[in-house]
């Protein structure tokens, strides 16, 4: 059994840059959750998706920020033009079908912009 | 507006000790809280559960409570060890919404 997977790991990039992030949920878990995590606090939710559906977005999520879960499998998170400010980890959850609660996290993906 | 503050932010403890991380929450109207553990870099590791008709749910040395009337959860370490050292993170879930809103998290360092 794989739990929540999420690539890259790391990232460094250049401010300016546009960076994409990839989340494989559990298998056959609808909902799919992005939190942003910066040092020294708490997850912060981002966005979460039932099936391919974006059903809510924070107003953290700028538009600069976009994400798909095209074929309700694997989600990707984009950031476009980079700022110092999007340093941070962003985590991936997943929940199965009846059970809203129970959100399983993925490894994260740390963000370094230079 | 919901919010989540935990106390201490950062505890050290020698190894064996009993302790008590505490949580708190201004809207009582919750479905549900969760205690996290996070190691460094890593993600999130689910510890305990609570619905909001529950008072209190044990797992191991671990025991969590909750006043939903008072806005409060204790997370409860029974001798402790230096494996338990890690950030533990408590997380409400409102009712009406799917997200869990986040507590900045208590550093523990269990020192052998």
């Known amino acids: 059994d794989t739990g929540v997977s999420q690539d890259p790991r790391h990232k460094i990039t250049k401010r300016g840059q546009n960076v994409t992030f990839r989340c494989d949920p559990i298998?056959?878990?609808?909902?799919l959750y992005w939190y942003r995590q910066t040092l020294g606090q708490g997850p912060e939710f981002l966005t979460y998706f039932q099936n391919e559906a974006q059903l809510e977005k924070s107003r953290l999520l700028s538009d600069r920020f976009s994400a798909e879960r095209p074929k309700g499998s694997f989600s990707t998170l984009e950031i476009q033009r980079t700022e110092q400010g999007d340093s941070a980890m962003y985590l991936c959850?997943?929940?199965?079908?009846?059970?809203?609660?129970?959100?399983?996290f993925g490894p994260g993906t740390r963000l370094t912009v230079t | 507006k919901q919010e989540v503050t935990q106390i201490p932010a950062a505890l050290s403890v020698p190894e064996g000790e009993n302790l008590v991380l505490n949580c708190s929450f201004t809207d009582s109207a919750i479905y549900n809280l969760q205690w996290f553990r996070q190691d460094p870099g890593k993600g999130l590791t689910s510890l305990l559960l609570?619905?909001?008709?529950?008072r209190e749910q044990t797992s191991g040395r671990l025991n969590a409570s909750l006043d939903k009337s008072s806005g409060r959860s204790t997370l409860y370490i029974a001798a402790s060890q230096p494996g338990d050292s890690a950030t533990y993170l408590c997380a409400v879930m409102a009712s009406g919404t799917y997200k869990y809103i986040f507590g900045t998290g208590t550093r523990l360092k269990v020192l052998a």
């Open positions: 298998s056959e878990h609808n909902r």
């Open positions: 609570i619905q909001s008709s529950q």
């Open positions: 959850a997943s929940t199965p079908l009846g059970s809203p609660y129970e959100q399983y």
